[in-house]
């Protein structure tokens, strides 16, 4: 649209009596009443504003649905990275589970295998006698001393 003001167009001037419809004009009345003259100011050729572009409706379009479509591509992509997540949490949690019971099992077994009890009967399997007399050894000499002598 142009910004220049519109122009207001002159009255269409009326015919004189003396002029019927269809009668050939003489004279200067039927000069400005046939046709104007090229130097008359309703003839000049003005500028007219260019019909308006129709807008696309796609860009702005675009520009609603591409964060939307993101904003739920980000929303899957991080549930299944936590529900993978969970998954690999619940394997961990069963295999600590597992390995809690398994060191449980082993401990129960080293404390049975230490009492002095079990430790004595597994010294008889070996062909071990029990010890008549104490002693102690001198480890930089070798020298086993009995009786603490």
Same mark, same amino acid.
């Given at each position: 649209?142009? !910004?220049?003001?519109?122009? #207001?167009?002159?009255?269409?001037?009326?015919?004189? +009596?003396?002029?019927? &419809? @269809? $009668?050939?004009?003489? @004279?200067? =009345?039927?000069?400005? !009443?046939?046709?104007?003259?090229?130097?008359?100011? #309703?003839?000049?050729?003005?500028?007219?504003? &260019?019909?308006? #572009?129709?807008?696309?409706?796609?860009?702005?379009?675009?520009?609603?649905?591409? +964060?939307?479509?993101?904003?739920? &591509?980000?929303?899957?992509?991080? /549930?299944?990275?936590?529900?993978? @997540? =969970?998954?690999?949490?619940?394997?961990?949690?069963?295999?600590?589970?597992?390995?809690?019971?398994?060191?449980?099992?082993?401990?129960?077994?080293?404390?049975?295998? @230490?009492?002095?009890? $079990?430790?004595?009967?597994? =010294?008889?399997?070996?062909?071990?006698?029990?010890?008549?007399?104490?002693?102690?050894?001198?480890?930089?000499?070798?020298?086993?001393?009995? /009786?603490?002598?």
């Amino acid at each position: 649209m142009s !910004a220049a003001p519109l122009r #207001q167009q002159r009255p269409i001037p009326r015919q004189r +009596p003396d002029q019927r &419809a @269809g $009668a050939p004009a003489t @004279g200067r =009345a039927s000069r400005s !009443a046939a046709g104007a003259r090229p130097s008359d100011p #309703q003839r000049h050729l003005r500028p007219v504003a &260019a019909p308006e #572009q129709a807008r696309s409706l796609m860009p702005f379009m675009w520009a609603c649905i591409l +964060p939307v479509v993101g904003a739920l &591509a980000a929303v899957l992509l991080i /549930n299944t990275a936590m529900a993978e @997540g =969970a998954y690999e949490r619940r394997d961990l949690k069963i295999e600590i589970a597992a390995l809690h019971q398994e060191a449980e099992t082993l401990s129960e077994t080293l404390e049975a295998n @230490g009492a002095p009890e $079990a430790l004595a009967a597994r =010294a008889e399997q070996l062909g071990m006698a029990p010890a008549t007399a104490l002693g102690f050894m001198s480890l930089s000499d070798g020298i086993v001393l009995e /009786n603490g002598k």
